[in-house]
């Protein structure tokens, strides 16, 4: 199956630093992407669609000016946490639709795990 | 509001257990219902499903929609203890691409 691809898959950055998170689709084109947010024991929150050539849509409550999403190609997509604070700490996931799979089925990434320290 | 509800939110069962997961949904314009399987990273798919009473089928794994009655279920059949994980939800809307999830199950399953 298609497979979705992100990196790091562990950072650790000081307090008032930026992070740059990466994701790819390996071997299909994704217009949009997903990002998520999991904190533990809890569920996935969207953060924002991610549109290739456009700008992002960010899901209320969340800062678009500290979580920077640039989806430059078809098959990547980044996400900066900016001037990170240890409240940032958090795992990170995104996800992209494969439209040629006969089930247009949605795949993660494999996730980043963010600490701030 | 858009919200999918799952049950139990926590199960422990024995390897040879049968169980069967809870998702219901009330969304505007759905389309689609799929599952995951969560260990330690990210979630891994399992099933989408888009009509109802046609169940998916992998393994000891099965699942059917009701779109009538707006729910789905999971089943495990003989679990062992590598089904251990958090099992995930998520319902997709025409016109949109997002998933909302539920909350998950988390499955114990003990030797």
């Known amino acids: 199956g298609a497979v979705v691809s992100q990196h790091p898959s562990r950072v650790i950055c000081k307090s008032g630093t930026s992070v740059k998170i990466e994701c790819r689709s390996l071997d299909f084109q994704a217009t949009t992407m997903f990002w998520y947010r999991q904190f533990p024991k809890q569920s996935l929150m969207l953060m924002a669609t991610s549109n290739e050539g456009s700008k992002a849509t960010y899901e209320q409550g969340v800062e678009k000016d500290k979580f920077l999403i640039n989806h430059a190609s078809l098959t990547l997509s980044t996400l900066t946490v900016t001037s990170a604070h240890p409240e940032d700490s958090s795992f990170y996931i995104c996800?992209?639709?494969?439209?040629?799979?006969?089930?247009?089925?949605?795949?993660f990434g494999e996730g980043s795990w963010l600490t701030v320290v | 509001e858009d919200k999918v509800v799952q049950s139990p939110l926590s199960l422990v069962v024995h390897e040879g257990d049968t169980v069967t997961l809870n998702c219901s949904y009330e969304?505007?314009?759905?389309?689609?219902l799929l599952w995951y399987k969560q260990e330690k990273k990210a979630p891994t798919f399992l099933f989408m499903l888009t009509s109802s009473g046609i169940e998916k089928k992998s393994g000891r794994l099965s699942s059917i929609l009701d779109k009538k009655e707006l729910f789905s279920i999971l089943n495990i059949t003989a679990t062992q203890t590598g089904d251990s994980a958090i099992y995930l939800c998520a319902v997709t809307q025409g016109g949109s691409e997002k998933l909302v999830f539920g909350k998950g199950t988390k499955l114990t399953v003990n030797p």
């Open positions: 996800s992209a639709r494969d439209w040629t799979d006969s089930g247009n089925t949605i795949y």
């Open positions: 969304v505007t314009n759905f389309r689609s």
